[in-house]
């Protein structure tokens, strides 16, 4: 059985995901510390829970949800993986966060070539699979992760609980996220949970009628 324990960090706020089974083992989707205790909110957590993190993923590669990549990977000694088509995002982060007027002095490294996530891949951890399906449009690199197993999928900027990810952004393209929502995502069970990258979880059932 896969579990869930969801996190809001930083200013916007950001959902932060630790995901585990009876394994023990776990992924830490997002992770966006960035105030005082967030890091050890997440550490403490998946302490406490005796969990072994053996990945760690990115939705895609803003800034609000990368802010606590590097904490996770010098910590728990992995490196992130996500869609490389974000890498910009991450080469000029203080540039970005600075249009938003926000200060950021820390470091994000952009994702190794052998942690990039594709259409098709798939990541497991003990007895849990996460299917990775590509949804730009929000971003270049925006990816969900589906578990088949227990209909549950993490959407990150794609679909929120009554509303889609913004798309006015210079790389955006909306036509392709409302196409690749209704391809990929609506064609799910209508039961199919979903964790969005802000907001209250919903299920695919209840986002339909908003797309008819």
Request: net charge negative; aromatic share 12%.
């Amino acid at each position: 059985m896969m579990n869930v324990k969801c996190f809001e960090f930083n200013f916007l706020p950001v959902n932060t995901y630790v995901v585990w089974d009876e394994t023990l083992e776990a992924a830490v989707i997002d992770p966006g510390c960035f105030y005082d205790g967030e890091s050890d909110a997440l550490k403490d957590f998946i302490s406490s829970n005796s969990l072994k993190v053996r990945h760690l993923l990115n939705t895609h590669l803003h800034f609000d949800h990368v802010l606590g990549n590097t904490f996770v990977e010098e910590t728990y000694g992995i490196r992130a993986q996500a869609n490389d088509a974000d890498d910009p995002w991450i080469r000029f982060m203080a540039r970005k966060m600075a249009a938003f007027g926000i200060r950021y002095e820390g470091h994000v490294s952009p994702i190794a070539p052998e942690n990039v996530l594709k259409e098709g891949d798939t990541v497991t951890f003990g007895g849990t699979m996460l299917n990775v399906m590509q949804v730009p449009g929000h971003s270049p690199g925006s990816i969900v992760f589906y578990n088949r197993r227990e209909d549950t999928v993490f959407t990150g900027d794609v679909l929120f609980q009554g509303s889609i990810g913004r798309a006015d952004f210079a790389d955006s393209d909306p036509q392709a996220l409302i196409r690749g929502i209704r391809e990929k995502l609506l064609v799910l069970p209508d039961r199919t949970v979903v964790y969005p990258g802000h907001g209250p979880a919903t299920t695919i059932g209840s986002e339909k009628p908003y797309f008819i």
